[in-house]
């Protein structure tokens, strides 16, 4: 288990996380989700000991990452957001060295960089200086050090950022299995559909602040009665928002692109009403999509933020 | 799962990564080996020519001078690459790796220092050769004493790299440093032809202490011993521990954060 006490880090004054408190429980996957800079990555470098907390505690399997850093780095295996490797190295160099140092036995270190090069489509520019490639490979040779690990702690910084969408879905295989194997995966990402397909829980940052943690299942029903209609419209008419707002079960209205969004507090049976309102306004409704909150719709109620 | 590594199994791994980039620059190595070869039979031969007229074989004094330049300049590149890492990212990968940080720095000087050894062990074979000296012994005695003076130059330049915080002011006072190191000493040329303004800094310096124990194993005529071996033990020491204390520091009060 991974135990946030009250967690918070400055730098130069800023403080970049703050007073985060959070469990992470063993072989599960756990999202973090915020936007860019909402203290993620930052939350991740202060488990995995590089950062020291400027106040509270990172507790990981029972030993303190501030007293223990050693034993806790010995647990944790780290694909960072932007690739991280000497890039004079080719892949197979780099991650037979980083299977090395973190004490894989040779034997076995070689099957698994066979097999995830192999899976990734890399055996033919294995030997390429990393310099040479195209950015998702890039990033697939970062995610292949954590796979090559298989440590007792796997973290993914943005672990499909570049990649295609067939490499996408392989990466979130491969994570999977890591969890079925045994290990508690944290996966911080600013891709909602990322998060809700892959997570068991998600803890969702914003501005330092641990904000919410919970099932995304969970968090969605939180927002239960909040119907979402999406109108899309023939022309933006912004004086609509307005208009809308003006009823009383409209939480939220806004326009994204040419579509009217609103947000309703238990108001399904309101939706003629509605269609009648912009069609006042001269509106004409193209198409209607009556859902239920995403888990986007849940970080924007909890953070008021739009995710990139 | 992954088991721990041991702590010499650590420091080696450190060590194999800097010689990995080191044989994959291989640019870098020709340069400065056909630098080295002009010096040696171009720049060495026609001087000791002219020096001749002295008696004095300048050929032989300069090849082994070559040698111990050359490592000097390489050990010095260590402080360059913590630059490199901090602004690549790459220190953040290699502090969240399984070992202490102390580990870590003792790694980073001796890998500075080994680099350098290799690169310059064909250079000194050649040296033995055109000085007409054929002892493994001593070729493999003046190839420790050398290691010994790296892991220094190492060390030194790791202390500088960390209380120097711009790498570009580091850039100008790496170089000044490096052209100080080498040009005040006895490397090139004899402490006896040195302004004498100089003279005292040259003779307390470590790469006149290693210049010197070399040339008394290749070359006959000349001596060196106890006070050279003290000069350059002392300097390794100083500065190995300096380094090693001042990366230290620098990690652990967050410069890297």
């Known amino acids: 288990m991974i135990e946030f006490k009250d967690v918070t880090k400055s730098f130069k004054g800023f403080e970049a996380v703050k007073d985060v408190t959070c469990e992470i429980n063993d072989r599960e996957i756990f999202g973090l989700l915020g936007p860019n800079g909402a203290g993620k990555t930052t939350l991740i470098m202060t488990m995995a000991t590089v950062y020291r907390p400027t106040k509270g505690e990172v507790v990981v399997d029972g030993h303190s990452a501030s007293l223990e850093p050693n034993r806790v780095k010995s647990l944790i295996g780290i694909s960072f957001q932007d690739p991280k490797y000497d890039r004079i190295l080719s892949a197979r160099e780099i991650l037979e060295w980083h299977g090395k140092v973190t004490g894989v036995e040779k034997s076995v270190r070689e099957r698994r960089i066979d097999e995830i090069l192999a899976k990734f489509g890399l055996t033919a520019e294995a030997k390429k200086r990393t310099w040479t ?58 891709m909602m559909d990322e998060a809700d397909r892959m997570s068991d829980r998600v803890g969702i940052m914003n501005r330092g602040e641990m904000v919410q943690v919970g099932e995304p299942a969970r968090l969605r029903r939180s927002l239960s009665g909040r119907d979402i209609i999406e109108m899309k419209l023939d022309t933006v008419i912004p004086e609509l928002t307005g208009e809308v707002s003006k009823v009383e079960e409209v939480k939220e209205a806004r326009f994204e692109g040419d579509t009217l969004k609103i947000v309703l507090s238990n108001g399904r049976g309101l939706l003629p009403y509605l269609i009648n309102v912009v069609s006042a306004k001269g509106g004409r409704v193209q198409s209607v999509n009556l859902k239920e909150p995403s888990l986007e719709d849940v970080f924007l109620y909890y953070t008021g933020m739009k995710l990139s | 799962m992954s088991e721990k590594p041991s702590t010499f199994f650590v420091i080696w791994v450190l060590v194999e990564r800097d010689l990995r980039t080191l044989v994959k620059s291989p640019f870098i190595l020709i340069n400065r080996t056909i630098f080295f070869l002009i010096q040696l039979f171009v720049f060495a031969f026609l001087v ?15 090849s082994v001078g070559a040698v111990v330049s050359t490592i000097t300049s390489i050990a010095f590149i260590i402080g360059e690459d913590l630059f490199e890492e901090e602004e690549l990212g790459l220190l953040d990968y290699l502090l969240s790796l399984p070992f202490g940080h102390s580990l870590f720095v003792i790694g980073r000087a001796l890998g500075g220092a080994v680099r350098g050894l290799i690169y310059v062990t064909p250079m000194m074979i050649l040296v033995a050769y055109v000085d007409g000296y054929f002892s493994p012994a001593g070729i493999a005695g003046s190839l420790a004493i050398i290691f010994v003076l790296a892991t220094g130059i190492s060390g030194l330049s790791i202390t500088l790299a ?39 800094v040259a003779t307390y310096s470590p790469v006149t202490s290693a210049s010197d124990l070399v040339r008394a194993i290749f070359l006959p005529g000349y001596t060196a011993g106890a006070y050279e071996t003290i000069v350059l033990l002392l300097f390794v020491g100083i500065f190995f521990g300096l380094g090693s204390a001042f990366l230290f520091r620098n990690i652990e009060g967050g410069r890297f954060e």
Do not use: C, H
Not at chain 1, 135 to 146: D, H, L, R, S
Not at chain 2, 48 to 62: E, I, M, Q, R, T
């Open chain 1, 133 to 190: 490639l195209s950015g998702g490979t890039k990033k697939k040779i970062e995610n292949a050090k954590v796979f090559v690990q298989r440590p007792r702690i796997a973290v993914f910084d943005e672990p499909t950022a570049y990649l295609d969408v067939p490499s996408r879905l392989m990466v979130w295989d491969m994570i999977e299995e890591l969890r079925d194997d045994g290990s508690t995966v944290v996966l911080a990402t600013n």
């Open chain 2, 162 to 200: 960390m209380l120097i915080r711009n790498a570009n002011r580091f850039d100008i006072i790496i170089a000044l440093a490096e052209l100080a190191t080498v040009r005040v000493s006895a490397a090139i040329y004899p402490l006896a032809y040195m302004p004498r303004v100089l003279q005292p």
């Open chain 2, 48 to 62: 000791s020519k002219l020096a001749s007229a002295l008696g004095f074989n300048y050929f032989d004094f300069y």
